[in-house]
């Protein structure tokens, strides 16, 4: 799909100012949006948007579907009559910064809890009758999301492998003894979803109405702590007792010498053919009644993946093992037309998966940091010279450095490079690499905030391979000048990337 030239800005909702320990959905996701339209920006790129998992990684959520119950405003449960005053005063220590995720987890948790106790006693009949219709539109999903969660938080830490084996192996009659023991927690978990997709359809037509589009993040496996392994276990590679067989991950890159063991299960795609891909249709339909356009993480993924067995420690003994790519994406077509993906085509890219990408339409990914090699050549594929209108180009993504922490770590070699081609003099490489991103032919062009506000590698989001420490990056407003959004605005219109109709002048506000 081609997509009309445009730019915008990558931040995940965790990162915004907010007075509960990590940002969500009230009015600085609000704010955002009226600066990226202030900046004749069009685009917004987050990250997965369903619950985190272990290291508190968006990639490892428990469920495809289910948004994450962290992300609720909780001053709009308030307003609601669902929490006192007193429920939204933080706790001591909470971090405008950097999230606490121990100490946001228990207090976002604990207000929800008691949101859900009021609504059970106070909601009006049309309340209820909302949540009603919406428990019974996302019946296929929610059911067991529902009663995997509350499993969950009955049997604390185990793993789901080890529950009750009625429960563990999904006997009818145990999960029906289980549903009715748990009915409370089951329905506080369908409050919160209720929650959670009304304030995020809210905000999605109020950056729609400003001409700003939503980009989402598709994560290609799911965790194997989530319902969806729970529920549908004949989809993934495991033995007779739900343990993975093979596992997730890539094999040794400039990231880590011995690859990235991400764990996830491995799809049974014989189980996806034999039913034509129903699972993926149904989980791809649902992100696109969330977002504008979605960005499938680990496109490669889809040719083949790294499939490593699940004894093993590390990636290094993996092995390539080919998938369905285009008969999957052929069967998600058919089904739902054709979509504005966005195919993250980065690390061990073959032939095969170029060829995979081109034949169904999908831009791919350039990132500049990729372009400079020691020799001073790099990898020419993210250099903009090379560019096709059919792709779509970054600084750097969640996964790298600042753009400004990359360049004070750079080899000389590189930095000849950089200067060498971009006639740079040294001074503010974040900006410069967003001008010669927004100057490419590349028809979409996203920057990290922390770029725009030229931070430094203190300020990263995620460093692959580490499993503690990530995600953690939040901003304030005081990081935030009119000077940000007016040259985001003069480069847009500079290179043609403003939507037609925006004006070229009036208040650019931080």
């Known amino acids: 799909m081609q997509f009309q030239r445009a730019s915008g800005v990558l931040a995940h909702i965790t990162s915004l100012p907010g007075a509960h320990g990590s940002g969500d959905l009230g009015p600085a996701a609000f704010h955002f949006v009226d600066w990226l339209h202030s900046g004749g920006q069009t685009l917004w790129q987050f990250l997965p948007l369903g619950g985190i998992g272990v290291g508190h990684s968006p990639y490892m959520g428990s469920s495809a579907f289910a948004g994450n119950v962290l992300l609720i405003d909780?001053?709009?449960?308030?307003?609601?009559?669902?929490?006192?005053?007193?429920?939204?005063?933080?706790?001591?220590?909470?971090?405008?910064?950097a999230i606490n995720f121990p100490q946001v987890i228990d207090f976002r948790m604990a207000r929800l809890a008691r949101a859900n106790a009021r609504f059970q006693v106070m909601a009006s009949p049309e309340e209820r009758a909302d949540l009603a219709?919406?428990?019974?539109?996302?019946?296929?999903?929610?059911?067991?999301?529902?009663?995997?969660?509350?499993?969950?938080?009955?049997?604390?830490?185990?793993?789901w492998t080890d529950w009750d084996p009625s429960l563990a192996q999904r006997d009818p009659q145990g999960l029906a003894v289980a549903a009715q023991a748990h009915a409370s927690r089951i329905d506080?978990?369908?409050?919160?979803?209720?929650?959670?997709?009304?304030?995020?359809?809210?905000?999605?037509?109020?950056?729609?109405?400003?001409?700003?589009?939503?980009?989402?993040?598709?994560?290609?496996f799911v965790a194997q702590e989530s319902a969806d392994v729970w529920a549908r276990p004949e989809l993934f590679e495991l033995d007779a007792q739900g343990h993975p067989i093979v596992v997730a991950g890539v094999p040794p890159d400039a990231f880590s010498d011995t690859g990235q063991r991400w764990g996830n299960p491995l799809y049974r795609w014989s189980a996806h053919e034999q039913d034509n891909f129903a699972w993926w249709i149904s989980r791809v339909r649902h992100v696109f009644e969330m977002v504008d356009i979605a960005?499938?993480?680990?496109?490669?993924?889809?040719?083949?993946?790294?499939?490593?067995?699940?004894?093993?420690?590390?990636?290094?003994?993996?092995?390539?093992?080919?998938?369905?790519?285009?008969?999957?994406?052929?069967?998600?077509?058919?089904?739902?037309?054709?979509?504005?993906?966005?195919?993250?085509?980065?690390?061990v890219i073959t032939a095969e998966v170029t060829a995979l990408r081109k034949?169904?339409?999908?831009?791919?990914?350039?990132?500049?940091?990729?372009?400079?090699?020691?020799?001073?050549?790099?990898?020419?594929?993210?250099?903009?010279?090379?560019?096709?209108?059919?792709?779509?180009?970054?600084?750097?993504?969640?996964?790298?450095?600042?753009?400004?922490?990359?360049?004070?770590?750079?080899?000389d070699a590189v930095r000849h490079h950089v200067r060498d081609y971009l006639a740079?003099?040294?001074?503010?490489?974040?900006?410069?690499?967003?001008?010669?991103?927004?100057?490419?032919?590349?028809?979409?062009?996203?920057?990290?905030?922390?770029?725009?506000?030229?931070?430094?590698?203190?300020?990263?989001?995620?460093k692959p391979g580490t499993p503690e420490g990530n995600w953690r990056w939040r901003f304030t407003w005081a990081d935030v000048d009119p000077?940000?959004?007016?040259?985001?605005?003069?480069?847009s219109r500079l290179y043609g990337r403003l939507p037609q109709g925006t004006a070229t002048s009036g208040k650019i506000t931080g």
């Open 424 to 462: 740079f003099d040294g001074n503010d490489v974040g900006w410069v690499f967003i001008r010669a991103a927004c100057a490419s032919v590349a028809g979409l062009a996203i920057y990290p905030l922390q770029d725009v506000l030229r931070l430094s590698g203190e300020h990263r989001m995620n």
């Open 295 to 347: 960005r499938i993480d680990h496109f490669r993924g889809f040719e083949s993946c790294w499939e490593i067995p699940a004894t093993e420690p590390t990636a290094m003994q993996g092995r390539w093992v080919a998938a369905p790519g285009d008969a999957l994406f052929s069967a998600i077509v058919h089904a739902l037309g054709p979509l504005p993906i966005i195919a993250e085509d980065l690390g």
């Open 74 to 97: 909780l001053a709009e449960l308030h307003q609601r009559g669902w929490l006192e005053a007193h429920d939204l005063v933080p706790t001591e220590g909470m971090q405008d910064r």
């Open 483 to 491: 000077g940000h959004a007016a040259l985001l605005k003069h480069l």
């Open 188 to 220: 506080f978990w369908k409050f919160c979803q209720w929650c959670f997709f009304r304030q995020w359809h809210r905000l999605r037509a109020y950056a729609n109405a400003r001409g700003v589009h939503l980009v989402g993040d598709v994560p290609i």
């Open 359 to 411: 034949k169904h339409g999908f831009p791919g990914m350039r990132v500049l940091q990729f372009g400079w090699g020691a020799d001073q050549i790099g990898d020419a594929h993210h250099l903009p010279h090379t560019y096709e209108p059919a792709a779509v180009v970054y600084p750097g993504t969640h996964d790298n450095d600042t753009a400004l922490g990359w360049w004070n770590a750079a080899p």
């Open 133 to 159: 219709d919406f428990s019974e539109q996302h019946a296929p999903w929610l059911k067991d999301y529902a009663l995997f969660m509350a499993l969950a938080d009955h049997f604390g830490a185990r793993r």
